[in-house]
């Protein structure tokens, strides 16, 4: 019976380490800790990718700071975040039980890990968009001077018909020896580039009106006629504008953020371990 508890008490001392070492503090951030098992967890924060220690410890000095200035989220803004989730995986009116069983599958996190790192997510966004605002601020000539260095394009559209033919209405030289005319023609209407057959790239070079030389593919002949072509054109800034405004202020955010983690750690006590 004692070798019994001995060996009891190893096992159990050994179960005890192994979950001291999982959970072991990684990082001291003022008074708060970062555990090892932090860094296990998928973030949403980065989409279902882990976070490394330095960015777990930006987000820790951004929630401080948002607990200290009073922007941490209500419970119906958590809320409604949650609602918005569960409304989009179709998991309303679903139990906490499903949820979690979901998002264990989905993301690999349970759903009190999720509701804690939501809470977490928009005290940050709050920072981020209060806080940090006067530095976020684009500019219109800064969303001329991007449109003018990334040029976006319209891709070309093509309309074709085709007619298959038969072998005997191909010549010797693989011209067409029938009458357009007579042929069954189909309208293929307008196609972009990449949703045209790789055998049929050639007809892109056709002029409207213009009819290609039989095409064999497959064992069997076509012809096909340009009817219509829309070239490629500049997308204008006006159907641009408020995608390049949110990706530059996501830049700006994301620089500000950095910037004001630095000015926040030269006053915070941060000791890795």
């Not at 989409?47 to 200290?68: N, P, S, V, Y």
Request: charged share 25%; net charge negative; with cysteine.
């Amino acid at each position: 019976m004692g070798v019994m508890l001995i060996a009891l008490f190893v096992f159990s001392a050994s179960i005890s380490y192994a979950r001291e070492l999982v959970n072991s503090i990684k990082a001291r951030v003022n008074d708060s800790v970062i555990l090892h098992s932090d860094l296990q967890h998928p973030q949403i924060s980065k989409d279902g990718a882990f976070a490394t220690l330095d960015e777990l410890i930006k987000e820790e000095l951004l929630f401080q700071r948002a607990e200290k200035r009073n922007m941490l989220p209500s419970d119906s803004e958590v809320s409604a975040q949650i609602i918005s989730l569960k409304r989009e995986n179709g998991l309303i009116g679903k139990s906490d039980v499903e949820c979690d069983a979901f998002l264990r599958k989905a993301i690999g996190i349970d759903f009190a890990t999720y509701k804690k790192q939501l809470c977490r997510f928009l005290a940050v966004r709050n920072v981020k968009t209060y806080d940090l605002g006067q530095r976020c601020i684009v500019t219109s000539d800064e969303i001329k001077e991007y449109f003018d260095k990334n040029p976006q394009y319209t891709p070309a559209k093509y309309r074709f018909k085709m007619a298959t033919i038969s072998p005997e209405q191909v010549s010797l030289n693989r011209e067409f020896s029938g009458d357009y005319g007579q042929l069954s023609w189909d309208d293929l209407g307008w196609l972009k580039q990449h949703e045209i057959a790789r055998h049929l790239h050639s007809v892109m070079s056709l002029r409207p009106g213009e009819y290609s030389k039989p095409i064999s593919h497959n064992g069997d002949y076509v012809m096909v006629s340009l009817i219509d072509k829309a070239p490629s054109e500049l997308i204008p800034l006006e159907k641009r504008y408020a995608y390049i405004n949110d990706s530059l202020q996501e830049q700006k955010q994301e620089q500000a953020a950095d910037d004001f983690s630095k000015e926040l750690r030269e006053s915070a006590v941060i000791t890795l371990l």
